[in-house]
């Protein structure tokens, strides 16, 4: 099954968004209920592109491989969790870190259609022959 890119860098906005709120009010709620959302991308069914696809009615005129854009959620997962750690454990330092690398990963796919995990995954893809 193939995903609708304009759904991927509208999700990517809304999380740039989600991000950017957090950055500004330290708010570790926001950024556990972004998290959640990374973790639904993972599974396929993030309510951003549910939204999405609610909004906007015409067919895509281009998909792309699902596996990319997963991994990167899985990536945005990761660096979500180190922020709540950060946040949890009240070091500010490693909270604002891993939530500002998210942020700007989201924001290059929502602004340019640069998706920084996807890349990872396709890099990871050629290096490791058993990853094919």
Excluded: H
């Amino acid at each position: 099954m193939q995903v609708d890119s304009r759904a991927l860098r509208f999700a990517a906005a809304v999380t740039t968004v989600v991000l950017a709120l957090v950055l500004v009010t330290g708010s570790a709620w926001l950024l556990a209920v972004q998290a959640v959302v990374f973790a639904l991308g993972i599974l396929g069914t993030s309510p951003y592109g549910m939204i999405f696809k609610g909004i906007v009615k015409s067919p895509p005129k281009e998909l792309e491989d699902p596996a990319p854009p997963r991994f990167a959620q899985g990536v945005g997962l990761a660096f979500a969790l180190v922020g709540l750690v950060g946040y949890v454990a009240q070091i500010t330092p490693l909270a604002l870190g891993a939530v500002a690398a998210a942020l700007f990963a989201a924001f290059l796919n929502a602004v340019f259609g640069f998706c920084l995990g996807c890349e990872m995954f396709l890099i990871i893809r050629r290096l490791l022959p058993a990853a094919r």
